[in-house]
């Protein structure tokens, strides 16, 4: 036995008060955003998020995210031009896409193509601001081609490539379809993109901020929240909501299936929110765009669905929608495959994981938390011939 173990040695019960799923835990100070939920608002470095959303494109939303402060048309224009210059990706990447298992999750796609990426990227280990920022940029302009080239590669069909005339909402409509849509519906996907772009120390944003706080770099720590945004409990709830409502398939049906799940204590996907108790703040302006879209491709079906099973849910559990609950709809109705739902949600928070992340790395202490320990108590190691 190791000579330092006390044999006789019985640890007092640990008396700490955890908090499971960090409820309430404040861990550290951030300037990017704030989720106020006692008055149901939500601020990008103290702008509105509705207010951008009504007023800006998803490029200013980004260079916000970046920088904190809104672009100047200069400033914009030089953001937009280096964005675009950078929207193409290399034979190597493309190949790696197109030798991915056809039935892979686009999510691990996307988080495979990212990691290599960062592997391309010879500044790897330099994790100045200047560099950050830039390797930042490249992440915003490649993601939507690296996931249009899967959507592409999984159908069988050709790589477009990227349109630098365009904006990051045409571009991307471009890449997978070959067309750009109508104005109203660029409008709700660009809307989806701001308010999908960030949202304080959520489950992805903190696991990039881990991974950023033990010195590795930003194309590592964005692959570590692409992970954590896969699962369904976070980012990939909007690809459930319309397995949800496909499987409702009549909107008449809905009030009834939602009084069936909910006394059967099923968990419906689109609803509730660790912080926001009386409705989330983005939704409001993603369900006026997804039912303006909805008049214009004149598919009324989805967000009939969506009144009457938010009507139920909210009479009988006072539990909301949140932004996963009218995206999964609009993004349906735009005619982007299921499974590209949250890997869109990617194109839209890489900007506020790069934030937080170079919000990280300059003012850093490696995030360590404790844990109670509640396994069995010391005991002696027996050799292997006596047990
Ligand atoms: N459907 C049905 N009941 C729900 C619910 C939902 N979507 N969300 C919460 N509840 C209920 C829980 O069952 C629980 O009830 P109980 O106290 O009777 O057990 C209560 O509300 C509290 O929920 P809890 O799971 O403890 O909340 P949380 O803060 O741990 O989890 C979420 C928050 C978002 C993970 C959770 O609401 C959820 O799983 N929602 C569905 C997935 C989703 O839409 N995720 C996207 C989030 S942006």
């Known amino acids: 036995m190791a000579e330092y173990i006390n044999p006789d040695y019985v640890p007092e019960p640990e008396k700490v008060n ?46 916000l995210m970046y920088t904190g402060e809104l672009p100047n048309k200069g400033q914009l224009a030089d953001f937009e031009k280096k964005e675009r210059g950078y929207r193409d990706i290399t034979k190597a990447n493309l190949d790696v896409i197109r030798l ?37 940029i490249r992440m915003l302009a490649k993601i939507p081609t690296m996931i249009a080239a899967d959507y592409r590669f999984k159908k069988g069909l050709d790589f477009i490539p990227p349109n630098k005339e365009l904006s990051i909402a045409e571009n991307f ?33 903190f696991t990039s901020r881990v991974v950023a706080s033990t010195g590795s770099d930003i194309y590592s720590a964005t692959v570590a929240g692409i992970g954590a945004l896969k ?17 409702i398939a009549d909107p008449k049906k809905a009030e009834q299936w939602m009084i069936d799940a909910l006394a059967k204590k099923r968990k419906v996907m689109g609803f509730g929110h660790r912080v926001y108790k009386s409705g ?16 214009v491709v ?31 709809p ?24 790069s934030a937080h992340i170079m919000e990280q790395a300059a003012n850093n202490r490696i995030i360590r938390p404790l844990s109670e320990y509640i396994g069995a108590p010391q005991r002696k190691v027996q050799p292997l011939s006596e047990r």
């Not at 892979?104 to 990426?117: E, G, N, Q, V």
């Not at 976070?234 to 397995?243: D, L, Y």
């Not at 009457?308 to 999964?328: R, T």
Request: net charge negative.
């Open 18 to 63: 955890t908090k499971k799923g960090l409820e309430g835990a404040v861990i550290d100070t951030s300037s990017v955003s704030k989720v106020n939920a006692d008055t149901n608002t939500l601020m990008y470095r103290g702008y509105p998020v509705q207010d951008l959303a009504e007023l800006c494109r998803f490029e200013e939303v980004a260079y």
């Open 100 to 136: 991915l298992p056809k039935k892979c999750h686009p999510m691990d796609s996307i988080r495979t193509a990212t990691s290599f990426l960062g592997a391309e990227d010879e500044r790897i280990w330099d994790n100045s601001p200047a560099t950050d920022l830039d390797k930042a």
């Open 173 to 205: 409509f471009h890449m997978c379809f070959g067309k750009v849509p109508q104005k109203e519906v660029v409008k709700a996907f660009d809307v989806s993109l701001i308010l999908y772009a960030e949202h304080s120390f959520n489950a992805s944003t």
């Open 231 to 247: 699962g369904p409990l976070h980012g990939g709830a909007n690809e459930q909501v319309m397995h949800m409502m496909i499987e």
């Open 280 to 295: 989330d703040s983005r939704v409001p302006t993603m369900k006026k765009y997804a039912m303006s879209m909805a008049k």
């Open 298 to 328: 004149n598919e009324p079906k989805w967000m009939q669905m969506y009144e009457s099973l938010e009507k139920v849910m909210v009479e009988k559990k006072k539990i909301y929608p949140n932004l996963d609950f009218p995206a999964g």
């Open 330 to 353: 609009a993004y349906y109705m735009m005619g982007f495959e299921i499974d590209f739902f949250t890997p869109i949600f990617v194109m839209a928070r890489t900007t506020g994981w």
